[in-house]
């Protein structure tokens, strides 16, 4: 339908979707596409919610069997995003996030499910609940003074055996890591996950790390050259709180988690004893309010000691936008819904909810000015910045009334509107092949299009 019919969409989203379906076998390609279309359209987290949201050609248990049966790899999905970020997408410095999220279940057999602290703190919540623990690694992408968390694979942790957070986050890093062969990458994390043996690890795949650490963690000063006999010393003096308020103060006016603020800070290049003396940057840092008061310290530390203090927490603050990715994953995509009853179609499932959710986010932040046309839902908004919700509006005018299966081309393997002009909303005329595939009482109704 081309620029008469779906013009409108942009062609990346076309591009991006064919790109992913690389991933998988000729034969799953397209009930995959309508199952990503339809979880891009609804938002909730039922497999009948996106079978309804289409125009679907199969039956309802015909997409379970295949989610539950099919032969193909959602880690191999959630790899081939991450190379669809590096071919579309590029930057200088890759910015990976890990952490984790609780998602409710009350179901005691579900995969997973168990009971967990929460240590979010959060109001109104109980302290212990049971439910699934998800540990999650996503790629921080930048427009403008825009940070936003795209998903690329999330693994459910276990009630039994000794496989920990670490663990996964190690594997999660081990699976990407060969997609960013050559590339300037540094990993984000939150204070639970800055431990010698993540950080070690790390290391060794030529990643840098910056992450925030208790602030009271064991530094010390570089050792100082004696020339006396012996073993030279391996650390300095300690970093006591005494000895860090002796450090040069900074006041920086700077732009951080969405608005402007002054921040103190004081930096030193040290070691950290936890990391066994490996050297790092350290940024001891305050947040300064409109009246003077400022809030608790923060201890921040980067593995590369070259860096600057401000590019330091610079960089730290886009870790915060992994949190939004929960709240919208399960708010608005339906993840707290995803109630699969096996751990394998549950990992598939939810790859394909990341992957619903990533498509709209990147469209409206790199496509955001192809996208008037499909924002005309929301006149009073046209101000407004695009969001990956209004991105979905506009999607679901064109795509809730066509048959997405044959926007599959398998000749070219491209995803792409039919070549048949039409205006948007309309569905093209099935082909002679199409047909074919009819039924004989469908036929009777319907009959062949004319050749």
């Not at 015909?62 to 999905?77: N, P």
């Amino acid at each position: 339908m081309g620029n008469k019919g779906y013009g409108s969409i942009p062609g990346t989203l076309f591009e991006c979707i064919t790109f992913l379906a690389r991933a998988l076998p000729v034969r799953s390609v397209p009930t995959f596409i309508e199952l990503l279309i339809g979880a891009m359209l609804t938002q909730t987290g039922f497999v009948t919610g996106a079978w309804l949201a289409i125009n679907p050609l199969r039956s309802w248990s015909a997409y379970y069997k295949w989610l539950q049966e099919g032969k193909w790899s959602w880690v191999a999905l959630g790899v081939q995003m991450a190379r669809m970020m590096v071919t579309f997408f590029p930057q200088l410095v890759w910015f990976l996030i890990v952490d984790d999220t609780f998602v409710y279940r009350a179901s005691r057999k579900a995969p997973g499910s168990g009971v967990y602290h929460q240590h979010g703190n959060k109001a109104n919540r109980p302290q212990y609940a049971r439910g699934q623990c998800w540990v999650s690694m996503a790629l921080s992408v930048t427009r403008g003074k825009k940070h936003a968390a795209i998903p690329l694979l999330s693994r459910l942790m276990r009630t039994d055996g000794n496989t920990g957070k670490l663990d996964a986050a190690r594997v999660l890093l081990r699976t990407v890591a060969r997609v960013f062969t050559g590339k300037k990458v540094c990993l984000l994390v939150d204070s639970w996950y800055m431990k010698y043996p993540l950080i070690a690890f790390v290391l060794t795949l030529g990643f840098q790390v910056i992450g925030q650490v208790r602030r009271d963690t064991a530094l010390y000063s570089l050792p100082v050259a004696t020339g006396k006999r012996g073993r030279p010393a391996k650390y300095g003096d300690k970093y006591t709180p005494d000895a860090v308020a002796l450090l040069p103060e900074v006041r920086h006016w700077v732009f951080l988690y969405g608005k402007w603020q002054w921040v103190r800070y004081r930096t030193a290049a040290c070691l950290a004893k936890f990391l066994r003396g490996h050297q790092v940057r350290a940024v001891w840092m305050q947040f300064e309010d409109e009246e003077g008061n400022l809030s608790k310290p923060r201890l921040l530390i980067s593995t590369n000691s070259a860096q600057s203090a401000d590019e330091v927490f610079k960089d730290y603050a886009r870790r915060w936008a992994i949190e939004d990715l929960f709240n919208q994953m399960k708010n608005g995509w339906g993840w707290r819904e995803a109630w699969q009853q096996s751990r394998q179609v549950l990992h598939r499932w939810t790859q394909i909810l990341s992957a619903a959710y990533a498509l709209p986010q990147l469209l409206s932040m790199y496509c955001s000015e192809q996208m008037h046309d499909l924002l005309k839902l929301t006149p009073w908004r046209k101000k407004a910045p695009v969001t990956a919700g209004q991105v979905r509006l506009g999607l679901r005018l064109f795509f809730g009334h066509v048959r997405v299966r044959d926007w599959w081309n398998p000749t070219c393997r491209k995803f792409e509107p039919s070549a048949t002009p039409g205006k948007p909303g309309e569905t093209a005329r099935p082909g002679k092949t199409a047909w074919k595939r009819q039924s004989k009482n469908n036929r009777a109704t319907n009959p062949p299009p004319p050749s």
